[in-house]
């Protein structure tokens, strides 16, 4: 076959495409990012797919609307992240490190459906059939509808779907697999996007829902170009330290509903348990009695969680202070010192300040302001909190305790969880009159904080 063979210039990053090689990328601004592609037109490339009718403009209001058919994962974690189950005919990436359990979930998810009488295909070009199989036998018993195929090759996995007609199929992973007819590698921003585009067409054609695996650069974003990001419906990340047991999935985007949900499981000896109550897992092995310890209560999507903050404050044995956060925005955690240097005198100019969020977790919302200030007050003058207290706030630059969202639902968490004080912005004050059986601190300004009984 004559190939119109052109070589193209990639970004790696972010995928814009150039005839010619550039130190800078004019997409995303970074360097030294272009790889070169020898590609094909896609017109050459690929066999013509069955030639589509016009379709005539249909008026608003003649178009039908019903709820989408939602397939239950039986997993809930998953299914709430996916905004209440899986869509038909969606295409769903899910990224993360390598060994956080991406084809664990999977694995699980395709034993699942199975059992609910779906055909499922998983088809893996990492893994031999043997290796998926001992994977299998940690996780439990399958049945006849669940069908294993270790092919890379784009055009016959493009068959064996066609072939098999599932109604679920798991890609593991995108980067694995080709297309005869593109020379670059596998993995390579032209591959993958080919790939992917394939994919999409197969899911809306057939109207299956696709799961493809995405491996992760040391930047945590998927490998491959921002393109992938843009033709999937979904995208989950998979996050969590790989030495702890817990993963959070979190949602980034997702066309059939809402993101930033997250799911909390924990990894064990036969695949990924949930963790339905994340808020008791993230506050175990609290020690109760140190200073610099504080729970807040942050919301993540719809489920409030409590998390502890800790601060260490200490002498510091160089001209220029340490500041570190683990797990939460370290420019937020300098500003809050600042206003708490300004605001309250103290002065931590020759202190190193760490904050961490217990349990590897990372969160970057505003309500947290009020408990990493307590948190640092409380290890700068050695002086503990009542462990049995929760801070929600956002703090200005003024010092003032500024509202949040959903504070009811959160001081709600705290009382079920048996918190006994809850320190919240005073103009909160008319959603939570009706709370009863937990005493409510109101403050306007951190200048309060430190007349609390706490
Ligand atoms: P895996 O799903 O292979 O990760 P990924 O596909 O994201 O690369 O997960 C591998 C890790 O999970 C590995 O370190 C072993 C661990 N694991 C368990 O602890 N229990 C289990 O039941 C399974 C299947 C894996
Ligand atoms: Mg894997």
Not at 27 to 49: A, L, M, P, Y
Not at 180 to 199: D, H, K, M, N, Y
Request: glycine share 8%; with cysteine; charged share 25%.
């Amino acid at each position: 076959m004559a190939k119109g063979k052109q070589t193209v210039f990639f970004c790696n990053s972010c995928g814009y495409e150039s005839t010619k090689w550039m130190g800078q990328c004019p997409g995303c601004k970074e360097w030294n990012t272009f790889v070169e592609e020898k590609v094909i037109s896609t017109s050459q490339g690929k066999k013509s797919s069955a030639s589509k009718d016009t379709v005539a403009p249909t008026p608003i209001n003649e178009v039908s609307f019903e709820e989408e058919d939602r397939i239950t994962t039986n997993i809930n974690e998953l299914d709430r992240v996916l905004g209440g189950g899986l869509v038909a005919g969606s295409l769903t990436l899910v990224g993360g490190d390598p060994g956080i359990g991406k084809s664990t979930l999977l694995l699980q998810v395709c034993k699942n459906l199975s059992f609910q009488g779906r055909k499922v295909l998983y088809i893996s070009g990492e893994e031999s059939l043997k290796q998926i199989k001992l994977r299998a036998l940690r996780i439990g018993d399958f049945n006849e509808n669940m069908l294993l195929l270790c092919e890379t090759l784009l055009s016959n996995v493009e068959e064996n779907i066609r072939k098999n007609n599932p109604e679920v199929v798991v890609i593991d992973s995108i980067q694995t697999m080709y297309e005869e007819s593109i020379s670059s590698a596998p993995g390579s921003v032209s591959q993958v996007r080919e790939a992917t585009a394939l994919f999409l067409r197969l899911a809306k054609d057939m109207n299956i829902s696709i799961f493809i695996v995405g491996h992760v650069t040391k930047e945590g974003t998927v490998a491959g170009p921002r393109v992938l990001e843009h033709m999937v419906d979904t995208v989950l990340y998979f996050e969590g330290d790989r030495h702890l047991s817990y993963r959070v999935l979190r949602g980034v985007k997702n066309r059939f509903g809402s993101t930033n949900e997250i799911g909390v499981f924990r990894m064990e000896e036969a695949g990924l348990t949930e963790v339905l109550n994340p808020s008791e897992y993230m506050l175990s092995g609290r020690v109760q009695d140190a200073a610099g310890s504080v729970v807040v209560c942050s919301i993540e999507g719809t489920r409030p969680m409590l998390l502890e903050i800790q601060a260490l404050v200490c002498q510091s044995n160089f001209g220029i202070p340490r500041r570190q956060t683990i797990g939460t925005d370290f420019n937020r955690v300098n500003l809050l010192m600042a206003v708490l240097e300004k605001r309250l005198g103290l002065s931590m100019g020759n202190f190193d300040a760490y904050v961490n969020v217990a349990g590897g977790i990372k969160v970057n919302e505003p309500a947290l302001d009020l408990g990493i200030c307590l948190a640092i007050i409380s290890s700068f003058k050695n002086r503990q909190i009542n462990p049995k207290a929760v801070a929600i706030g956002e703090v200005g630059l003024s010092g003032e305790v500024r509202a949040v969202s959903m504070i009811e639902t959160r001081v709600i968490e705290a009382k079920k969880l048996g918190f006994d004080i809850c320190i919240v912005p005073k103009v909160c004050f008319n959603e939570l009159k009706n709370i009863k059986d937990i005493k409510i601190l109101y403050v306007n300004n951190v200048q309060e904080i430190s007349s609390l009984d706490i």
